[in-house]
């Protein structure tokens, strides 16, 4: 059952996350400089993991666990734990991790703190931090209270049509995934202004927020890749959904300001993006 949380606890929530994401930024942006190799690789040989991004986890579950002992945390590099206090902390160290590697500056650390069950079809999102160490750009977002670019509110663009429309896109890591969502981008490419991927969801979702982008599209994405930027790009006036109607997860994250939104999912629908 949804947890009724007060608006001085919601901006209590959003001091912390904010106070961790950029001590987070800071602590992967200075281990960056010192150089960075692979540690692991995960679903496929280019789906990587880096030292960095197991020591900024393990940072970030610290500083949650010393301030708020009776929450959960689900993180991108392990970091699970069940909570007692009904409020998880849904983190990715750094999204774009591959930009992360060879210092490509659109990387993020992206941290959310939602009401349990923690699964995006069900979860009701309350905070959403996601800072780009690369140019110090901090996106914000509280549930009801709207999403600031630093001290700039945030509004998406609106009365775009789908002939005009700036879209982001991301691509899965094994090649038969790809080879579909390629075909789904033949079919809604010639359709659109242009695309983009700059290979951080996180980033690409307050891209729209912002107006840098007017859409976003992806299939395949984690709940911890879009939890935080999900909330932003929402409170900042989009409209963000999923495949078939329903709730954004690992199936389709789509969001667009209205009108652009229902245009884009007929003519992903068209493209066999959920066939």
Known sequence: MTRHVASVELDRLLDLARDIALEAAEFAAEARR????????K???????TAVDRDTESLIRERILAARPDDGILGEEGAERFGTSGLTWVVDPIDGTVNFLYGAPSWAVS???????AEPSSWRAL????????????????AGGGARLGSTALHVTT???LGRALVGTGFGYAAEVRREQAAVLLALLPQVRDVRRNGSAALELCGVAAGRLD???EHGLSPWDHAAAALIVREAGARVGGARGGAE??????AAAPGL???????????????
């Open 34 to 41: 010192g150089g960075v190799e692979v540690a692991a690789t």
């Open 43 to 49: 679903s496929t040989p280019t789906d990587i993991v």
């Open 111 to 117: 941290i959310a703190v939602v009401e349990e069950p």
């Open 127 to 142: 905070v959403g931090i996601v800072v780009n160490p690369s140019n110090g750009e901090v996106y914000e977002a509280r």
């Open 159 to 161: 009365g775009v049509p």
């Open 215 to 217: 859409a976003f599209y």
């Open 249 to 254: 997860g690992a199936e389709l994250v789509l």
């Open 261 to 275: 939104y229902e245009e884009l999912e007929s003519a992903l629908a068209a493209a066999g993006a959920w066939a």
